[in-house]
């Protein structure tokens, strides 16, 4: 193949004119391709070069060798050179020689444009006879043989990854800024193009534009231009990324991993590297993963960001690796950074190294993989990466030997670390002792002791004898329900800490001793996390609070009560509470998170277990506590007052014994133990108590009261007692049991029931004026509008009891009921017509109120 070629200098006057001209041109050469060609292959000289250079000095003058793309997407490579004076004199003259490569064609052989830089092939002067000698073949000049080349990169070593960078996003099209290499001689230009031709992929090469020389870079056109210092310079001007050479280079590091690994490949002088990985891989256009494997595996050593890439693409590829390749970068992946590169792991080595072991493992031969293995676990051990999941078979005996005392203090402090967390990477850590055979046994309680806490949420500790503290006394709140979402930093076991609980007995024991005393401190928080966790409390005896938090909902979910779950969630404890009274409590704190069990409930629990039992475990305030809690409509609450007071005779505070006597005593009253004096007993007890009843206490045996007070028949005892008593909050109640829809309806059934009403609240009058006020309200609001709606018969049914009971009584009811001047006379005797209370008519009066006017 023969290549169109042409010549261009100044000559002298011919055919085609005289000054700078083609002088030679091979024949079929098309016009316009000559014009294009013109605009590429000018020479200017450097201005910083002798005007009048004699024949040595013209030896210095740059060589602009250039390769640029046509109009037609062809190629002209071209050489232009300085020849001082021309024909006539004149300084300034230059001679250009250059082939034209058409659309797809290449040099001869396939080589690439940049060996052609000096060939012999090239000539300074035109051919004699006009006609260009055929060229079939580039030989490449001296200064581009490879010892120069890697002489050349490793002067270059730090200015190499920038260029490389550069040249990437350059080829890709990513980034089209031209590269522009300031450099003092422009052989060293050539040199860089080389470099360059040598990383990229062969056809990127191929298409690759450039100039070796040009004293304007802001007029070239190819994508890597050559410039010397005194060049005219490009300023801060965008379109150009500039390397100045000459100067100190850049300390700013590279984050581009494929140009780190070929700066490094050219500065082991190792580029024979990029043709194996070529031919290994394919067109990788720039790709750091298979180019990095193929540099370890060849001996270069790399960096920790490039050695992260060759394990993540050999994690990928493995299967495409021959054994020879994959051993090798496994033995360099293997070595220690400061041993590999001087540097230590980066931040994703360690994973990606990790990842490509847990590829490999049980898949190549432990002798190839164990180097990496151990690799990976020291990693691991002094906190840099992941922790493997390495079997038995995954190290040799060796090798085992070797990590065992090198790494044992450092895999100890990480399993003890108090700073870190509980479980996962000391878990971990605790599993490759046992891979290495180090014993351990003394970090066991205090890692089951962080790792309790953790599961259990928070530093809650049990108290010194073992029990849990009273923070269920009444009135206090007791913990969060069973299953209740515990506070944040707690957690459920996950699958690593249940495989371990499995398989190491010493730890599964220190652990459920420690999650034991949590879940007798606090079994509402603990069971709100372990509830259905799958911990294998089976396999372990003992530990009764950790197994009902454990077990325990499942257990009592069929259950039909609360009762039910009690006794279903007491039997998954394995051990009778009378055996050990402390798991009542946690049962009963299980069940009744809230510690407040109805009247009927916490009665039949104390009855059930004795009073024994719930001494022992603590629960007995929590069972005073639900009966002082328990509202009025619990019926059970009195009754077991009465039973606590039985049991613990001897061992209730002050605090709890009033209020629990005067609940005892409400349910005596209706019957035959009611004894005397109801209103003095009741009032003496209350203001016997050290502390204050609590107030559902007191409205409650209020309420008893009011209601006995208002049945037939009363001692008059009693209503002059709580006519003098003055007792607001008693009086209050029995206005209110007065005004409910019981007395409404003995008021319109009962004329008997009336006239009884009508006699005490007509008694003692002006004894305390709070009784004044409570029986004026009840006679006018409660008393009269009922009379009001009674038939004929049944006045004359009330009347007839009143004369019963003397005329008197009688004369007031018919003076009070009497319309009229008397009837208001009557009135203001009686309450009819007060305004006193100044109070409106209320829910529960029997019917509307005039206020004490006329029927």
């Not at 169109?4 to 006057?13: D, E, F, I, K, N």
């Not at 470099?195 to 007029?219: D, G, I, M, N, S």
């Not at 256009?285 to 990095?292: D, K, S, T, W, Y």
């Not at 891979?435 to 599961?455: G, I, K, M, S, V």
Request: proline share 9%; net charge neutral.
């Amino acid at each position: 193949m023969s290549l169109a070629q042409l010549h261009y200098t100044s000559a002298p006057p011919g055919p085609d004119g005289s000054g700078f001209r083609f002088t030679a041109v091979t024949p079929g050469v098309p016009a316009a391709l000559l014009r294009e060609a013109e605009q590429f292959i000018g020479y200017e000289p450097p201005r910083d070069l002798p005007d009048r250079p004699d024949a040595e000095q013209l030896k210095s003058f740059p060589k602009a060798f250039a390769c640029t793309e046509l109009a037609d997407g062809g190629r002209l490579l071209g050489r232009s050179v300085y020849t001082g004076a021309d024909y006539s004199g004149r300084w300034g003259n230059f001679h250009a020689h250059a082939v034209h490569l058409p659309p797809g064609t290449r040099l001869p052989d396939g080589a690439l444009p940049i060996t052609a830089w000096e060939s012999p092939r090239w000539a300074d002067t035109t051919p004699p006879d006009g006609r260009p000698a055929p060229i079939d073949r580039f030989e490449p000049s001296e200064l581009l043989r490879p010892d120069g080349l890697l002489a050349f990169a490793r002067s270059r070593a730090d200015r190499l990854p920038a260029f490389f960078a550069d040249l990437r996003t350059l080829a890709e099209g990513s980034d089209v800024r031209q590269i522009v290499l300031v450099e003092r001689d422009s052989a060293d230009v050539a040199r860089w193009i080389v470099l360059a031709c040598t990383v990229l992929p062969r056809e990127q090469a191929h298409r690759l534009t450039f100039t070796t020389y040009t004293r304007r870079p802001q007029q070239a056109r190819q994508q890597i231009v050559g410039a010397l210092p005194s060049s005219e310079p490009v300023g801060r001007d965008r379109r150009f990324r500039v390397h100045d050479c000459t100067g100190r280079a850049a300390g700013e590091p590279v984050a581009d991993v494929w140009a780190e690994v070929c700066a490094r490949i050219w500065a082991a002088g190792r580029p024979e590297l990029f043709r194996a990985a070529s031919r290994a891989e394919g067109d990788t256009a720039g790709e750091a993963g298979p180019l990095a494997v193929t540099a370890l595996a060849g001996g270069v050593a790399l960096g920790p960001a490039a050695r992260a890439a060759a394990a993540r693409w050999a994690a990928e590829h493995a299967s495409r690796l021959s054994e020879p390749v994959l051993a090798a970068l496994l033995g360099a992946l293997a070595r220690e950074a400061a041993d590999a590169a001087g540097e230590g792991a980066g931040d994703d080595e360690p994973a990606a190294l990790a990842a490509l072991l847990a590829r490999l493992d049980g898949q190549v031969p432990t002798v190839v993989s164990a180097p990496l293995a151990a690799r990976v676990l020291a990693l691991a051990v002094r906190g840099r990466g992941p922790v493997p999941a390495l079997g038995a078979g995954s190290l040799t005996p060796e090798v085992r030997a070797a990590l065992a005392r090198d790494l044992a203090p450092a895999l100890r402090h990480g399993i003890a670390d108090p700073a870190g967390p509980a479980t996962g990477r000391p878990l971990a850590l605790l599993h490759l002792a046992d891979l290495l055979d180090l014993d351990c046994a003394d970090l066991l309680p205090e890692f089951a002791n962080r790792t309790a806490r953790e599961l259990a949420g928070g530093p809650v500790r049990a108290a010194a004898d073992g029990t849990a503290p009273d923070t269920a006394a009444a009135g206090t709140p007791a913990p969060a329900a069973h299953g209740t979402p515990g506070p944040a930093g707690g957690g459920r076991p996950g699958t690593a800490l249940l495989d371990a609980v499995h398989a190491h007995p010493a730890l599964r024991t220190a652990l459920f001793t420690e999650l034991d005393a949590l879940a007798a401190a606090d079994p509402g928080a603990v069971a709100g996390r372990l509830a259905g966790s799958g911990l294998p409390v089976e396999l372990d005896p003992g530990h009764p609070h950790l197994r009902m938090c454990v077990l325990g909902a499942a257990a009592g979910r069929s259950a039909a009560d609360r009762r039910g779950r009690m006794r279903a969630v007491l039997h998954t404890a394995g051990v009778s509470p009378h055996a050990d009274p402390a798991v009542l409590r946690t049962a009963f704190r299980l069940v009744w998170p809230d510690g407040q069990p109805t009247g009927e409930e916490a009665s039949l629990l104390l009855n059930e277990l004795g009073s024994d039992a719930h001494r022992l475990a603590g629960t007995r305030d929590l069972l005073v506590a639900a009966a002082l809690a328990a509202p009025a409509e619990d019926a059970a609450a009195p009754l077991l007052a009465a039973d606590l007071l039985r049991c613990f005779t001897e061992e209730l505070v002050p605090a709890h014994r009033v209020p629990l006597l005067l609940l005892e005593f409400a349910a005596l009253l209706g019957t035959e133990g009611e004894g005397e004096n109801w209103v003095r007993r009741v009032r003496t007890l209350r203001d016997s108590a050290v502390e204050p009843v609590p107030e559902q206490v007191t409205r409650r045996v209020y309420d008893v009261l009011a209601r006995r007070l208002l049945t037939v028949p009363v001692p008059e005892s009693e209503l002059y007692a709580l006519a003098r008593s003055g007792d607001a909050a008693l009086l209050s109640a029995y206005e209110r049991a007065a005004r409910g829809d019981t007395v409404a309806g003995r008021l319109r059934t009962a004329p008997s029931y009336l006239a009884a009403r009508f006699c005490d609240w007509s008694a003692y009058q002006g004894t305390h004026p709070d009784w004044e006020a409570t029986r004026t309200t009840l006679l006018a609001k409660v008393l009269r509008p009922a009379v009001r709606a009674l038939p004929d018969e049944d006045r004359a049914a009330v009347e007839e009891a009143l004369r019963r009971t003397g005329r008197g009584r009688l004369d007031a009811y018919r003076a009070w009921s009497r319309p009229g001047a008397l009837g208001r006379l009557a009135g203001r005797l009686t309450g009819r017509g007060r305004r006193e209370d100044g109070r409106q008519d209320r829910p529960g009066d029997v019917g509307p109120s005039d206020g004490g006017g006329e029927w």
